[in-house]
T-cell receptor, first 109, second 114 residues
Framework: GQNIDQPTEMTATEGAIVQINCTYQTSGFNGLFWYQQHAGEAPTFLSYNVLDGLEEKGRFSSFLSRSKGYSYLLLKELQMKDSASYLCAVSSGDYKLSFGAGTTVTVRA | IAGITQAPTSQILAAGRRMTLRCTQDMRHNAMYWYRQDLGLGLRLIHYSNTAGTTGKGEVPDGYSVSRANTDDFPLTLASAVPSQTSVYFC?????????????FGAGSRLTVL
């Protein structure tokens, strides 16, 4: 089975930086994904890491350490529209995605 | 607009009734999935299909069945609904079952079983 842990909630101020950590234990590993989900909407893809290191995409960056079973999503220059749930997901040996419970980020003015 | 269409958007159902959630995609993706999302538990895989004509069980398959008669459609059936199946159901698809398997999700179907 898969075990994926991430914090339940985080709060930050507009313009600030927030880092969402994700730790995982899986049988097999074929990549780690981050999805964003606004309340009442479908999840949408943010990033994918399969090798160790940092992937940067505009204001969002994602980091992976396979040896530590650890990833983080970094959100910079926070905007009100970034208030959402952020889902960490791991692709295991059979390429199926298993999701963490999600981290709800609230951005305050 | 290309994407995934789910129906119904929302449904209230009496326990014991049969219900089929519909999912159609127009992206010609090979793989399709059904997840349920419950507060505090995240998205859990119910069933999946890597290609038309094949299906497989996910993490929580009991009480659900699927079929994949063609590439576009992937209906999820609850043969006899129970209150624990109250959830938001998301259908998803991807263009492959390996590598950077990025999922595209439908808007979801909110099901309440009384």
């Amino acid at each position: 089975g898969q075990n994926i842990d991430q914090p339940t909630e985080m709060t930050a101020t507009e313009g600030a930086i927030v880092q969402i950590n994700c730790t995982y234990q899986t049988s097999g590993f074929n990549g780690l994904f981050w999805y964003q989900q606004h309340a009442g909407e479908a999840p949408t893809f943010l990033s994918y890491n399969v090798l160790d290191g940092l992937e940067e995409k505009g204001r969002f960056s994602s980091f992976l350490s396979r040896s530590k079973g650890y990833s983080y999503l970094l959100l910079k220059e926070l905007q009100m529209k970034d208030s959402a749930s952020y889902l960490c997901a791991v692709s295991s040996g059979d390429y199926k995605l298993s999701f963490g419970a999600g981290t709800t980020v609230t951005v305050r003015a | 607009i290309a994407g995934i269409t789910q129906a119904p958007t929302s449904q209230i159902l009496a326990a014991g009734r049969r219900m089929t959630l519909r999912c159609t995609q127009d992206m010609r993706h090979n793989a399709m999935y059904w997840y349920r999302q419950d507060l505090g538990l995240g998205l859990r895989l119910i069933h999946y299909s890597n290609t038309a004509g094949t299906t497989g069980k996910g993490e929580v398959p009991d009480g659900y069945s699927v079929s994949r008669a063609n590439t576009d459609d992937f209906p999820l059936t609850l043969a006899s609904a129970v209150p624990s199946q109250t959830s938001v159901y998301f259908c998803a698809s991807s263009d492959g079952s390996s590598g950077a398997n990025v999922l595209t999700f439908g808007a979801g179907s909110r099901l309440t079983v009384l």
